[in-house]
Each structure stands twice: as structure tokens, then as C-alpha cells.
């Protein structure tokens, strides 16, 4: 037996004896707060994640899904990516969580306690699609810096909370107000308190959409530790850092907000396209706002073998940041020719949409089904890498997965 | 004896009884607690529960077949001043997922050290960074790749 194992248990029987009862729950509770607490590495159980999810770094933990599993209309959190910039907080209370709206550009500051926010404003409830500003960063050429995400950085769950704009507007926002940033409990590597790990946000304009939720609930029930719990802010079709998570303060800025990788080269690209590799000063980055236009097939998964003569059924998701998909596309010939399949529409705006499709293969041999969606704009999916970015974001290329006929 | 005395006596006697039963119960009472605690009374024995802790230790540069074990590090000259220097705030992982030139370690590390905390790394910039392109060169990728590590399944309809 380990000792942080022995201490839990014999710190669990304690608690019992002085409350006199069993406590419901109580070994799972704790086991999750000492693991954290320890940074353990068994992420699966830890996290509640499917265990053929990629963890592509264990401090901070970053952990992707793979395509086939991400088949599920409404992701469920096994199989939802986990992408942190710092490390998880521990020991949150929520019943004393308070929410702190400030900034230049605030009427008046106020502080909300979890129930003043569920019990003074309006709830609301959407599939709300979010991607890693690099998901599919390891396909670019040369590299880019960072986490390796491939295509698994991406999630369209059921997020329940109230809108950030009701609560801004209760505290008031001036006429000079561009841009929100949002902080956060949880800590920089570094361990120094003073730095903050990330706090980005979004301009008003995004702010005050109907779907910019403070939510307490994923998938209806509260939000998993690793996601955000208490409260995160769920920003649709942006970037998914923008929905911060562990949210404790809100400032309404008067300028674009300048926190932790909102500067530099974080989460930015080349105001103008530049070539692979160039180097790009920090003044001509912009800042990415709405991801977008892809899809991805989640069934079958890659490497299926089916039998010459039977009809294979396709299925998986697309969706465009701040658009809709107007149209989706399949080819098994590399480009060559292309079908069209349907495409449903949004349950609401800013979830993905699902498409289906049935293909016949001309003869035996090795394919490959390339997905295409294109955004009510007429734009589509490149089938090369999108524009080279020195993060390596926004790779938006068509997703491929392999099939044998024989 | 008069009466005074003899209600003092017994009152004495009574103080000497129930501190008895007082200290019974507390000694009973804090035995049943550590029952509670540890059940198996291991402070007497030989405890092998808190023993068993320091095998974690020994083997934190473990090297086999090539890897350094804790890290997952490829074994080569320089390896230990990456361990000792890039594996306190973040995991390996973070490193053997990246792909750059020399230039760009440099830079990164004048990342780090701005805005991370990262310390002045001395002559072992020099040795680190050697590792890192050697160990972990860049590797050409074209603008899209050919699908590899395909799992092939047969698929029933």
C-alpha cells in the first residue's frame, strides 16, 4: 500500500468517527482531492475519461480523444478533452465560491455568491461547441510550439447557466467598455501566486450574446472538477481558452484585455498570411476570435475492413465558430469527385451538426474518406494544412480515415 | 470519628472510584478510537504499510532499454541537465512533443525565462539544447502527411 493511500484511508475512518457516520461518497470524494492534490498520474479514473483518450502531457494535464470517440451527438465527459495552462485548484468550496465583476469599465463592482447567480438571473441551456485554438497543431510544417494536439481537441456538450451578459448588465457596464477578461483559481506551474496561468476573454460583442453562458452545469449535472466546476464561462465557436474555467473574477475592461496569453503570440495568428516558418513579430499577431469552418467522421474509426459488395454507413459532426454549416461533402478519391451528404441543422446556435452518409466502393483496394464542410459564407475546409501559423492554430483540414475493401 | 470525617472519607473514596472509572473509560474509549484509525493495532507490530514507501525513490534515474524511466527521456549526452532543468514545472511530455532548431529552443527557453520563471541555465543552455535537436530532431512533414499507425479491424454491417 502506498502511503498517500494509508493516510487517505485512515483520514476517511477519522472523519467518520467524528461525525459519527458513514460519509456517502466519502471515499470517492477524497480519493479525487488527494490525487489532484498529488498530481497522480492516473488520469482515466481521476478524470472520469475514456481510457483510449491521449494524454499528451501529464503537468499540466492534457489529454485528447480520438475521433471515433467523440461519436456521441452530446459529447459525454469521457470522452471531452482536457486542456489546462496551470495547475487544477484544489479544495474548491463552492458554497463560499463568489464571482467578483470589476474593471475600468464597470458601473458598479459587484460580488455574487453561486446562489445569488442561480437564484437572481435566468437560466438557460445549449449545446455549445468548443475547440482548442490548436487542435490539429501537429500537422503543421515546421513544427509549432506547444501541445501536439491532433483532432480530438474539440467537444460539443450541454452547458446550463445563466447569460454573462445578465450579469453584466447588473453591475453595469459603461459606454466605454470593449473587452471582458476573466481569472481564475487554479495556479501557474511555476507554483509563483502571483502569476496567473491564463486569463483571456472576448470583446463586448461576444460578451453579450445570448449563448455566452457562466455555467454551473455540464451535460446536467455540475460541472466535473478538471472541466471548470464551480463556474466557467462557456464561450461557443471561439476559442475553447476563452471559456475559462474555475471563474472567480470577471473586469469589464475599457481596452482589449491584456491578462495571460491574451499578449504576444498566445493564441494569435498573422494579421496577414505569411510563409511557413517566417518569423512574425508580436505586433503583427491578431488575436483569434471565432474557429473556423471543419468536420470530423466518428464512425467508423480508421482502419475498418469491410467486404467488397456492402454499403458503408458514415457518421460524424461539423461545425464553423460563429456560422452554421450550409453543406457537407465526401470524397473517397482524394478530391477528385465529391458528394454531397445531409447535414442537420443546430439544435441551437454554436453546436455542431451532425451528418450521415452511405458510400458504395467501386472495387476492392485502400481508401480514404475525406470529410468536407463548408460555412454559410461558401467557405470550406482546405484538404491541405490551412495558412502556416507560428502557434500552429486553426488547422482546419479535412479529417481522413482509412478503410480496406476486400 | 465524627460524622464531618467520616462523610470526608467516603466522599474520598467515591473520587478515587470514579476517577477509576473516568480513567477506564478513557483509556477504553481512546483504544476503541485508534481501533478506528487502525484497526490492525500497526504501531505495535512491525509496520510494513509505511515501509513500503521507498522503492518510488531509488529509481529516479533509472535508465532502460534507452529511457530514462521517471521521464520517458531518450537516453544521450545532456540528459540529466534536461531532467534537472526542464522537468520541475512541466512534464517531459511537453518536450519530447515539440519539434525545433536550435534557434527556436533558444527562444523558447528566453520564453520561459521571461514569463515563466524559468532560472539562467549557465553552460547548460548549450548542452540542453544539443540534446534536444539531437534526441528530438525536427522532421520534414510536407503539407499533409500519409496516414500511419492505421489499426486495421474488420468492420461487421
Known sequence: ????????????????????????????????????????????????????????????????????????????????????????????????WTLTIDGESVVTQKTYTLDDLKSKFEQHTYQLTLECGGNGRNEFNPPAKGNQWTVGAV???????????????????????????????????????????????????????????LAFKMNGKDIPLIHGYP?????????????????NRIS??????????????????PCEPVAPGEKVKDEDMCIIESMPVKSIITYP??????????????????????????????S????????????????????????????????KGYYEIWARATDTQGIAQPMLLPGWNPKGYLNNACHRIAIKVT | MTKEEEFKKFAKKLYHLMALIFSIFMVAGGAM??????????????????????PEEIDENLIENGIHVRTGLVEGSGLMAVVNNCTNCHSAKLVTQNRMSAERW????????????????????????????????????????????????????
Not at chain 1, 454499403?311 to 461533402?329: F, N, Q, T
Open chain 1, 1 to 96: 500500500m502506498k502511503r498517500r493511500d494509508f493516510v487517505r484511508k485512515t483520514t476517511l475512518s477519522s472523519l467518520a468517527t467524528l461525525i459519527g457516520a458513514e460519509i456517502v461518497f466519502g471515499s470517492n470524494l477524497l480519493e479525487g482531492y488527494n490525487l489532484l492534490a498529488v498530481q497522480d498520474p492516473d488520469p482515466f479514473k481521476m478524470f472520469n475519461k475514456n481510457k483510449e483518450m491521449i494524454v499528451l502531457n501529464d503537468k499540466p494535464w492534457n489529454i485528447e480523444a480520438q475521433a471515433h470517440l467523440l461519436d456521441n451527438k452530446i459529447t459525454p465527459n469521457t470522452a471531452m478533452f482536457i486542456r489546462n495552462n496551470g495547475l487544477v485548484p484544489e479544495g474548491i468550496d463552492a458554497k463560499n
Open chain 1, 155 to 213: 467537444h460539443c456538450a450541454t452547458w446550463t447557466g445563466i447569460r454573462l451578459r445578465d450579469v453584466l448588465e447588473d453591475a453595469g457596464i459603461k459606454n466605454n467598455a470593449v473587452y471582458i477578461g476573466y481569472h481564475s483559481a487554479d495556479l501557474h506551474l511555476s507554483g509563483d501566486p502571483k502569476k496567473e496561468p491564463i486569463s483571456r476573454g472576448a470583446p463586448m460583442i461576444k460578451s453579450l450574446q445570448d449563448e455566452t453562458l
Open chain 1, 231 to 247: 463556474l466557467r464561462l462557456v464561450a461557443g465557436g471561439w476559442p475553447a481558452s476563452v471559456s475559462g474555467k474555475w471563474v
Open chain 1, 252 to 269: 469589464i475592461r475599457n481596452k482589449v484585455h491584456d491578462g495571460t496569453k491574451m499578449t504576444g503570440t498566445a493564441y494569435r495568428v
Open chain 1, 301 to 330: 474509426k480508421s482502419g475498418a475492413i469491410i467486404q467488397d459488395g456492402t454499403s458503408l454507413k458514415i457518421r460524424g459532426h461539423a461545425w464553423a465558430g460563429e456560422l452554421e454549416v450550409s453543406k457537407m461533402e465526401y
Open chain 1, 332 to 363: 473517397i478519391d482524394f478530391g477528385a469527385t465529391w458528394k454531397d451528404c445531409p447535414i442537420e441543422k443546430p439544435v441551437n446556435r454554436l453546436a455542431w451538426q451532425h451528418f450521415s452518409a452511405s458510400i458504395d466502393f467501386p472495387k
Open chain 2, 33 to 54: 478510537i485508534y481501533y478506528n484509525y487502525d484497526p490492525n493495532f500497526s504501531v505495535f507490530k512491525n509496520n510494513t504499510e509505511t515501509l513500503v514507501i521507498t
Open chain 2, 106 to 157: 533558444n527562444e523558447t527557453i528566453k520564453w520561459m525565462q521571461e514569463t515563466q520563471n524559468l532560472w539562467d541555465l549557465g553552460d547548460n543552455q548549450e548542452i540542453i539544447v544539443n540534446y534536444l535537436v539531437t534526441n528530438y530532431p525536427v522532421t520534414e512533414k510536407g503539407r499533409r502527411e500519409n496516414l500511419t499507425n492505421i489499426e486495421w479491424y474488420d468492420l461487421e454491417n
